[in-house]
Every structure is written in structure tokens, then in C-alpha cells.
């Protein structure tokens, strides 16, 4: 096992990678730039149930879950159609619940990663107040890592802003949440308390794209608070080079339709600390993409699909997602997005349906 190991970034997937390796033995440090955990917030805090299964050795606690969502609405153009599945997700306090995660942890506040300098078998990392040595070095520190360069570069990676208001408004349902399909881009309504809801987007211009959408909606609450961040979509040529590794947010380990990437890094993360204790580093970055790049390779692949038809051959494939639903009720996933596509594509009325798509279908995917 490695002497002495730095985590970059005390978000959830950085504090529970600690929490599992402290259960192993290890006393891993974490620096955060910021001056607590959970602030500011990156996130929508809208989770799948199997987030609180056993993805680890140590159970995710439910002690920052504020509703339970049992469905979803899907718009696009002018039509609509509703989704039923009891208990699917949950809306979480997202400070809270990364506040829950950070316990007992050793986190060094106020030190921003800079870069680091490797002599023989350990690492000096260089903050903007003081270093650290190590001679393991995680990179937690989410969508604009900054120790992803030092591994894999960012390639082909692609990096998307997101804005989310928090708004004093009374949605249309309790416990649905409602999307807003668009040609380019999505927008959610998220449920969170009596008379609380969340409303952001991903774009190229999140923050007009929001207010647009507010003023057409004609949804006039008062703001709590706005927050806003970063993601990055593709695919990490590699998380591993020597004793640096990546996890979480800063690995791509998220789901390119939605962005959502809790569940993915947490399972990563609990990858990650098993390979460390058994002193197999290496294998990580194989054992972490047999469980996942599966699914984010075909999402990359359906979200590119999307971006190549028009509105009309979008209309088309959302109506038959709309006559679908009950597909999509019985085997469709939170957090595996593929299985509903690969259910429709061995159903024979699918390729009946879509008729002269087939051949734009297989232009944008080859």
C-alpha cells in the first residue's frame, strides 16, 4: 500500500474515495481550494435510488434527501408525455449530503491545486499556499481538473456551462420532475419542497437560455440563490499514469444525455480505494471502464444522433418514444440510459416507425 496519499478536491467523490480508504487503513489527505465541503454548489442534487444501495464498503447515508421523485414529464415542440415509476430518484441537499460524506476526514482548506513535480517514487504538490508530498496523487477535482492534463490531456473532450436557479414557485407536480427537450439543448424542473423548485440548463448560453425560458413560461417566483458550473463529456484516453489517477467529474465519469455523474463516480471511487489496497493501481483504469464506458460511449453516440436531425426528424423519434412509454416505464434505468435504446432497436414496429430515418440515423452515428 502507498505511503502517503493526496486527494485534489473535497466534493463527494474525493470524500468518499477518503471515507473507503480509511476503512482500509490509509489516512489519505484531501486539499480543498475552497474554504468548506458543499459550497459553492455544482450540482442539481437529483440522484437515482441505486445511489443508496451498497456501491461500496461504506453505505451513502439518506440524511440529505428533501423529496422523492416518482416520474417525469417529457416535453419537446408541442408535444408531451408522462413517465411513472415509483420512487425512481431522489432530490437531495447537496451541501448537505457532501457535508455528510467530508466526516471525520482529514481536508486541508483553502489550498488551490497548482501542479506538482515528481522525484523518483513521490510527488511534491504545489498549491497556491504551500506543499504537499505523496506518493500517490487522486485527482477528484472535478469538470476543469487540473491534474487530467498531467494524465490524459483533454483531447477531444467536450466542456458544457450549466446555470440553475433556485426559485420560491409552486411547480405542476410534487413529485415529477418536468424536461423540456430543444434542439440543442435541455431544461429542467425539479421539485425540491412545498413551494421550492429548481429550474437549470446545460447550453451555450445557460443563463439566457434560462431567463428565456422563465419569461415564456411566465414563471415569476422569486430567486433563492443561482449557481452555475462546468462539465466535461468524452471519454479520458487514460485515468492511470504512474501514481496519479483520475476519479469522478475530472475522469468524465458521468452520463453525457443528462451530465449526471454522482453514481458513476461514487461506484468509480469505490473501484479506485479496492485497487489501492490490494496495491493493483493499474488495473483500475481497465476495471472502472468495463463497468461504465459501455454506456458512456453509446450516450456520446445517441447524444450526436440527436444533434444531426432537424426538428421534424426529432418529432418524429419523440413520438415514438411517446408510444413507447410503457417500455420506457417497465425497463427504462436512471443510471444506464442505453437500455431503453437497446430495447426499441429489437423491437421490429421501431424501424416500421422510422421508416426513411434509418439511413440519417446511420449517417450521424458512422
Known amino acids: 500500500m502507498p505511503k502517503k496519499i493526496i486527494i485534489i478536491g473535497a466534493g463527494p467523490v474525493g470524500c468518499y474515495t477518503a471515507q473507503i480508504l480509511k476503512t482500509y487503513g490509509l489516512n489519505p489527505t484531501i486539499i480543498e481550494e475552497h474554504n468548506e465541503v458543499g459550497r459553492p454548489l455544482h450540482c442539481t442534487g437529483l440522484v437515482g435510488k441505486k445511489l443508496f444501495d451498497r456501491i461500496g464498503p461504506v453505505p451513502i447515508p439518506k440524511t440529505s434527501v428533501v423529496n422523492t421523485i416518482n416520474g417525469a414529464v417529457i416535453y419537446f415542440d408541442r408535444q408531451s408525455f408522462v413517465i411513472k415509476r415509483k420512487g425512481v430518484a431522489y432530490v437531495v441537499d447537496r451541501e448537505r449530503f457532501d457535508k455528510e460524506l467530508s466526516r471525520g476526514l482529514d481536508i486541508v482548506y483553502g489550498k488551490k491545486f497548482i501542479g506538482l513535480e515528481k522525484d523518483r517514487s513521490r510527488y511534491t504538490i504545489e498549491t497556491d499556499n504551500g506543499e504537499f508530498r505523496a506518493s500517490t496523487v487522486i485527482g477528484a477535482d472535478g469538470a476543469n481538473s487540473a491534474l487530467r492534463n498531467a494524465i490524459s490531456g483533454n483531447g477531444t ?21 418536468e424536461v423540456y ?5 435541455f431544461i ?7 413551494g421550492v423548485a429548481r429550474i437549470g440548463t446545460i447550453s451555450e448560453n445557460p443563463y439566457n437560455d434560462l431567463q428565456n425560458f422563465l419569461k415564456e413560461k411566465k414563471l415569476n417566483g422569486d430567486i433563492i440563490e443561482k449557481f452555475g458550473g462546468l462539465v466535461t463529456i468524452g471519454v479520458c484516453s487514460k485515468t492511470v499514469k504512474d501514481n496519479l489517477v483520475l476519479v469522478g467529474d475530472a475522469a468524465c465519469q458521468l452520463k453525457p444525455l443528462t451530465y449526471g455523474g454522482l453514481y458513476f463516480g461514487l461506484r468509480s471511487a469505490a473501484i479506485l480505494a479496492e485497487c489501492i489496497k490490494n496495491s493493483q493501481l493499474r488495473l483500475y483504469d481497465t476495471l472502472w471502464k468495463k463497468e461504465f464506458i459501455s454506456e458512456i460511449n453509446i450516450g456520446l ?21 411517446k408510444e413507447h412509454k410503457d ?34 440515423f446511420l449517417k450521424a452515428i458512422f
Request: charged share 25%.
Open 181 to 185: 427537450l430543444n434542439k440543442s439543448f
Open 157 to 177: 473532450l467536450e466542456q458544457c456551462r450549466g446555470v440553475q436557479f433556485r426559485m420560491k414557485l409552486k411547480p405542476k407536480h410534487k413529485d415529477m420532475v
Open 327 to 360: 417500455l420506457i416505464e417497465k425497463s427504462g434505468d436512471f443510471e444506464n440510459h442505453s437500455h431503453i435504446f437497446l430495447k426499441l432497436l429489437k423491437t421490429p414496429y421501431f424501424y416500421t416507425r422510422l421508416g426513411g430515418l434509418f439511413r440519417v
Open 188 to 194: 429542467w424542473i425539479v421539485p425540491e419542497a412545498e
Open 301 to 321: 453516440k445517441i447524444r450526436q444522433v440527436y444533434n444531426r436531425l432537424d426538428t421534424s426528424e426529432l418529432n418524429t423519434v419523440f413520438t415514438l418514444l
